[in-house]
C-alpha cells in the first residue's frame, strides 16, 4: 500500500496510544512460565506481538480473547512436549527471548522467522547462552535457530553493548538456573523484564546497570499493558513540529529507562507536559501534552541512546526543524534493526530536502530547514522508518508518496486513523 502525505495545518485533539509491544511481549512469555492462569489488559494488537501469543500457543497455552486486547492465558499445559517448532514471523523480540527462556528447558525447539527476520544477527544472545551451557545449531548465527534445551549453569556477563534483548534473554535463561545468574551493562537499557519478573515475585535485583537473578517460580498475577512510548513518539514530534499545534497523549508509558525522547525534547526546548503520572504494575504511567515548539539543537550520545535507540529516525525529523546542528554519536547499533535505518534513513530523508548526513555510528542534521517534499520515499520494510517519513511529510511544502506503508503494522496498525483524528 502506497500512501500520499499532504502538509499539514495543525493538530489538535487527544489520542490513546496503542500498548506497548515491549510489554505485551513480557506479559504473554511471563504468563506462560507461570504453570497458572493470568489476564492481560490493553494486549498490543501489532504483528510482532501476535507472533509472540502464537509462540505460547504452541508451546500448549490455553488463549482466549475476553475482549478486544483483554486475553486469559492459561498455561497449566505449557512446555509438555518434547519438540517444538515456533514461528516469530518479523518480531526479533520474540526470537531472541524465547531463545533465553527455551535453552534452560529440556525440549527441542526450533525458532525461525520470516525472510526478513532469518538475515538478522543472533549472536548477541547465541555466545552468552552458550556459555552458559546451551546448545544452539544455526546458519552463521542467524535464523533457524535448533536449541537443545538442556539444564544449565549461572554467569557473570558483561554485555558489550546495552540491549534489553540481550539482558533479558540471559535474565529468563537464568530464571530457569540454579545459582545467580548476572548481567552487567555499559549502560542502562529499558527494565521492562526486571519489572515485570520482580511483580510477578521472581528472586531478582538490581544495583546500578547489574542485575542478578536466581532460580525462581513466578506468581500468576493480572497485568495491564500501558500505552507504547516509541509510538507515541511519532506524535510527540510531529506535534512540536507542525505549526498550530497542541495534542494530548493519553496512558503513555513513562518508565525511565524509555523516556530518552522527551529528555532530548525538552533539552531541545520542546513544550511537553506530563499529567496525571502513577504507577501500574510496577511501571510508570502518564498523559503527555505538547505544543508546536521553537527548538534548538543538540548532541545526542552515550548513556542515553539506549533509552531513544527506536526513537532516533523521527529524532532526526524533529533536528531538521531545530535551530544549528543536530548530532548523533554512539548509535551504530541502528544497522542491525529490521532494515540499516541509519543509511536507509538517510538516503530517504535526503530526498524530501532534510540536510543530513551519514556517520558509522548516527548521523548529523543541519536543521531549521523547510523541506521541499514532491518526492516518492521507501521504507525498506520497516515500520519506523515509513512512520518517521510519515511525520516528515506533514511539514513538506509539496506532498510525499511513501511506498509500502503498510509494514506499519508491524507494530502500529491503528497509526494512519490515530493521526488523521487530529487534522
Sequence with gaps: MDILVNKSQGLKGEVVIPSDKSISHRSAMFSALTGGVCEVHNFSMGADCISTLNIIKELGCDIEFIAQKHIRIDSKNAFKKDRYKLDCGNSGTSMRLFSGILASREIESTLFGDESLNKRPMKRVILPLELMGA?????????????????????????????????????????????????????????????????????????????????????????????????????????????????????????????????????????????????ECNEEVGDVRIRTSDLKSVTIEGAIIPRLIDELPVIAVLASQANGTTIVKDASD??????????????????????????????????????????????????????????????????????????????????????????
Excluded at 161 to 175: E, F, M, N, T
Excluded at 388 to 406: D, H, M, R, T, W
Design 135 to 279: 546448545k544452539f545449531k544455526h546458519n552463521d548465527y542467524k535464523a533457524p535457530l535448533i536449541i537443545q534445551g538442556t539444564e544449565l549453569f549461572p554467569i557473570d556477563y558483561k554485555t558489550p553493548i546495552a540491549s534489553a534483548q540481550v539482558k533479558s534473554c540471559i535474565l529468563l535463561a537464568g530464571l530457569n538456573t540454579v545459582g545467580e545468574t548476572k548481567v552487567t551493562e555499559p549502560y542502562i537499557s529499558r527494565d521492562h523484564t526486571e519489572r515485570m519478573l520482580k511483580y510477578l515475585e521472581a528472586d531478582i535485583q538490581t544495583n546500578g546497570n547489574t542485575t542478578k537473578i536466581k532460580k525462581s517460580k513466578l506468581v500468576p498475577k493480572n497485568l495491564n499493558v500501558c500505552g507504547d512510548i516509541s509510538s507515541a513518539a511519532f506524535f510527540m514530534v510531529a506535534a512540536a513540529i507542525v505549526p498550530n499545534s497542541d495534542i494530548i497523549i493519553k496512558n503513555v508509558g513513562l518508565n525511565p529507562t524509555r523516556t530518552g525522547i522527551i529528555d532530548v525534547m525538552q533539552q531541545m526546548g520542546a513544550d511537553i507536559q506530563i499529567l496525571d503520572k502513577r504507577l
Design 334 to 423: 541502528l544497522r542491525n534493526k529490521e532494515s540499516d535505518r541509519i543509511k536507509c534513513l538517510v538516503t530517504e530523508l535526503k530526498k524530501i530536502g532534510v540536510n543530513i548526513e551519514e556517520t558509522p555510528d548516527g548521523f548529523v542534521v543541519e536543521g531549521k530547514k523547510n523541506l521541499i517534499g514532491g518526492a516518492e520515499v521507501e521504507c525498506y520494510h520497516d515500520h519506523r522508518l515509513a512512520m518517521s517519513l510519515y511525520v516528515a511529510g506533514l511539514i513538506c511544502q509539496k506532498p510525499i508518496c511513501i511506498n509500502e506503508f503498510q509494514w506499519v503494522d508491524i507494530s502500529f496498525p491503528e497509526f494512519l486513523p490515530l493521526m488523521q483524528s487530529l487534522f
